[in-house]
């Protein structure tokens, strides 16, 4: 975004860039702080917004870029705050990438979709055992919790209690005659 910018106004893009994600003294009432999840992305949404207005006029390629990746952007918002720190950037998942290849080089080819998908599944939980401790990741019981809620509802979106039907037209010959 910053090569779309003219360089005197490089610093200040930057920081109001920084400014938007600033989690530090975000609250939503009553001096309760934002959770992770759709409440914080919406407000993080709306500050891309306000930024989109500031710069837009000035810099609409710049901003174009912003609004363009803005899902991607906010992602690790809706993970456990402890976390985003470590997840809103892809090096970490780069290394397990990485990782995945150096081990694919040694054994030259696959002999089929079933080994492929073990040889990737040991490299993933091996990196996740890593990931709770040495990597920089706190694992708290509500962070967990906050994990477990994604999981579920990405892997069973809750379904709805009353499903809606559309009413039957009401068919009697009485109303047919009517």
């Not at 779309?4 to 009553?30: C, H, M, N, P």
């Not at 705050?81 to 054994?107: A, D, L, M, P």
């Not at 962070?143 to 509802?153: E, H, N």
Request: glycine share 8%; hydrophobic share 40%.
């Amino acid at each position: 975004m910053l090569s779309k910018v003219s360089a005197g106004d490089q610093a200040t893009i930057k920081a109001a860039f920084w400014d938007i994600f600033d989690l530090s003294g975000l609250q939503e009432g009553d001096d309760k702080e934002i959770e992770p999840g759709q409440g914080l992305v919406t407000c993080i949404q709306a500050r891309i917004d306000a930024f989109a207005d500031t710069w837009g006029g000035r810099y609409p390629a710049a901003v174009k870029s912003l609004l363009t990746d803005r899902a991607a952007l906010t992602t690790y918002l809706r993970f456990p705050v402890e976390h985003h720190k470590r997840i809103r950037h892809s090096n970490f998942i780069e290394r397990t990438f990485g990782e995945t290849r150096r081990r694919v080089k040694v054994i030259g080819r696959l002999p089929g979709e079933t080994s492929c998908v073990s040889l990737v599944w040991a490299v993933l939980d091996r990196a996740s055992r890593g990931w709770r401790g040495w990597r920089g990741f706190t694992m708290t019981s509500k962070g967990l919790r906050t994990l477990q809620d994604l999981r579920r509802a990405l892997l069973a979106p809750p379904s709805r209690i009353h499903p809606t039907t559309t009413p039957a037209t009401d068919s009697t010959p009485e109303t047919a005659a009517a």
